[in-house]
Nanobody
Framework: QVQLVESGGGLVQAGGSLRLSCAAS????????LGWFRQAPGKEREFVAS????????FYADSVQGRFTISRDPVGYTISLQMNSVKPEDTAVYYC????????????????WGQGTQVTVSS
């Protein structure tokens, strides 16, 4: 079992920045990739970004490409999502996820999920 704990959510003005973090613990040796998903009110959960832990390969949704950056802490099982130039449509609950396989835009149900952190962007 892998436990994921997110932090860093909050309220930010449009055009501003916010940084989310996710700390993984437990049986992390089985993790191949970690990523971020989000769910806005009344919408389905969607892929945001992911990173391959061993090789560092990164994937982004088109809607955040060029504005968000996913990174990993080389020491511990921690990833971050730097969110720049945020927009009101970025408002959502952001979930950290992990999987023993790749996480891409086609991934809908990773093996492990965090509890989520709220991000609200005001216009």
């Amino acid at each position: 079992q892998v436990q994921l704990v997110e932090s860093g959510g909050g309220l930010v003005q449009a055009g501003g920045s916010l940084r989310l973090s996710c700390a993984a613990s437990g049986r992390t040796f089985g993790v191949h990739a970690l990523g971020w998903f989000r769910q806005a009110p009344g919408k389905e959960r969607e892929f945001v970004a992911s990173i391959n832990w061993s090789g560092g390969s990164r994937f982004y949704a088109d809607s955040v490409q060029g504005r968000f950056t996913i990174s990993r802490d080389p020491v511990g099982y921690t990833i971050s999502l730097q969110m720049n130039s945020v927009k009101p449509e970025d408002t959502a609950v952001y979930y950290c996820a992990a999987d023993p396989g790749p996480i891409t835009i086609a991934t809908t149900n990773p093996s492990w999920w965090g509890q989520g952190t709220q991000v609200t962007v005001s216009s």
